[in-house]
């Protein structure tokens, strides 16, 4: 009797202790799912951007982090370097995440229908940004946002024009001609074939001015200065070099100092991006005409994914600030740059 009174307590005891435990997993297994959910409420949003070419995109990428931090937007980021097939990847690999939107920086234009659709048919918005696509259905992706190339290329070309219009009226020779060489972007990016054609547009109409070089140096310092010490030993009368990008000029600026030359003197410059180091050479006079492109997109790229993760609408072009800095400009109330 006493046995089987000591046997139920033992029982009863166990029993007690495994309530206590179950207990307490079980408020750890809510907490666990509180937390859970916390994270669920969280955008996951896939940004593919495409290397670190320039001080222009390692700014451009900041402001994505930053303002993703801001906003507590989870940012899966992805570093293509300078590789369209490893941006292929990275989108494949946000759709199989099954992120909330895709945001990504298209190297080039084409090459894109496939994997855009394999994101639609995953039902996950896509959001483009800072360089074009072309694709045959339009709707593939939400929108885009970013720099207006075309835009920038007509500044430099009307800058030119301004530039040269008073020696060309005052040249008795009509067969007096403003030599160029233009610094070519990316192959096949929308922003060099942009900035290209949009320059072009300007200058065309006036048969004084021609192009006598033009090759890609890709958006890179180290090809600017390749190309430059080729094109200052081909040529001895160039009057012009339109750089599809500061990070080019500053290779062509080290050239030329190189060869005894005075970069904005004996050589006109014109450039685009506005990034400190191509303000400064505006304000030294080694630079003549400096072009903004904004990269601090990163706040309103995550306003629009957050639309677009609550299932709105956004819109399907948007151009974002920029500005143009000439050498007659007063230089010392241009505010620091930041990249
Ligand atoms: O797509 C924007 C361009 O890419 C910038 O002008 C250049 O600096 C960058 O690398």
């Given at each position: 009797m006493y046995h089987d009174k000591k046997q139920i307590n033992k029982q009863f005891r166990i029993i007690i202790f495994i309530m206590i435990i179950c207990c307490f997993l079980g408020c750890n297994a809510r907490k666990k799912d509180f937390s859970q959910i916390e994270e669920e409420d969280r955008i996951i949003v896939g940004f593919s951007q495409i290397g670190a070419e320039s001080a222009w995109r390692t700014c451009n990428t900041r402001s994505v982090q930053n303002a993703a931090a801001d906003q507590g937007v989870q940012l899966v980021y992805d570093n293509a370097e300078q590789k369209q097939e490893n941006q292929i990847k990275a989108l494949r690999s946000f759709i199989a995440y099954q992120v909330d939107v895709i945001v990504f920086v298209p190297i080039v234009t084409d090459g894109w229908d496939n994997v855009l659709q394999e994101a639609r048919d995953a039902g996950i918005p896509v959001l483009v940004t800072d360089r074009k696509i072309d694709v045959v259905d339009q709707s593939l992706y939400a929108g885009f946002i970013g720099t207006d190339s075309l835009k920038e290329g007509r500044n430099a070309g009307l800058f030119v024009l301004d530039k040269f219009e008073n020696k060309l009226e005052r040249s008795e020779n009509t067969e007096e001609y403003i030599n160029i060489v233009e610094l070519f972007g990316?192959?096949?990016?929308s922003v060099a074939l942009g900035r290209a054609e949009g320059f072009r547009e300007v200058l065309n109409?006036?048969?004084?001015?021609?192009?006598i070089y033009s090759k890609s140096g890709d958006f890179l310092r180290s090809k600017g200065y390749e190309l430059a010490v080729e094109f200052l030993d081909m040529y001895e009368d160039i009057d012009v070099i339109f750089s599809h990008n500061d990070g080019m000029t500053l290779g062509v600026i080290e050239a030329m100092e190189e060869k005894g030359l005075l970069p904005g003197t004996d050589i006109v410059i014109v450039t685009i991006d506005a990034q400190q180091a191509a303000i400064d050479a505006l304000r030294e006079g080694k630079v003549n005409c400096v072009i903004e492109c904004n990269p601090k997109t990163g706040p309103e790229i995550i306003k629009l994914a957050q639309k677009l993760a609550a299932g709105e609408q956004i819109p399907r072009l948007q151009y974002v600030h920029e500005e143009v800095f000439y050498e007659t400009d007063e230089l010392s109330l241009i505010e620091p740059r930041g990249y």
């Open positions: 990316t192959e096949g990016s109409a006036h048969p004084n001015y021609r192009i």
